[in-house]
């Protein structure tokens, strides 16, 4: 889980900045939850 003032997505394999309301940058964030992966597949352009 990421820390709190860290404005980036709570998925592991991801690094999309999210909104302070937001945990996740996308719903497959979300549903994937602590799933390991070596990618993110959020979709999102500059996901590393």
């Known amino acids: 889980m990421a820390d709190d003032n860290d404005n980036t997505c709570d998925h592991p394999a991801c690094s999309c900045p999210t909104t302070d309301d937001q945990d996740y940058c996308s719903a497959y964030c979300e ?10 597949d959020c979709g999102h352009p500059n996901c590393s």
């Open 31 to 40: 549903n994937a939850e602590d799933t390991a992966e070596i990618a993110c």
